[in-house]
Nanobody
């Protein structure tokens, strides 16, 4: 069983910063891609940022230049540094891991965390 646990969400004022973390656990050998998605009330879930095991990254247009994704492969952990936060960044942020290789030899695909709330408000 592979699990993702997010942390670091909370309430922040516009212009402020937050750092999200997501740790994967469960006898993992490797993880191909890890990423962050978000879902605001009444809206579809959208990509925030994605990073491969090799370090290649991609960002949603609305966060480019403000958010930075990084990962520690040895710890199976992905981070999201969010700067210059705006009220429209308010959402539940979900961690995702794709093509997770397990010690059993099998793979887990498209694993999701439980989500962490980020609220940007004065």
């Amino acid at each position: 069983q592979v699990q993702l646990v997010e942390s670091g969400g909370g309430l922040v004022q516009p212009g402020g910063s937050l750092r999200l973390s997501c740790a994967a656990s469960g006898s993992i050998l490797s993880i191909n891609a890890m990423g962050w998605y978000r879902q605001a009330p009444g809206k579809q879930r959208e990509l925030v940022a994605l990073i491969t095991s090799g370090g290649s990254s991609d960002y949603g247009d609305s966060v480019k230049g403000r958010f930075t994704i990084s990962r520690d492969n040895a710890k199976n952990t992905v981070y999201l540094q969010m700067n210059s936060l705006k009220p429209e960044d308010t959402a539940v942020y979900y961690c995702n891991a794709d093509r997770v290789r397990h010690y059993s030899g099998g793979y887990y695909y498209n694993v999701w965390g439980q989500g962490t709330q980020v609220t940007v408000s004065s």
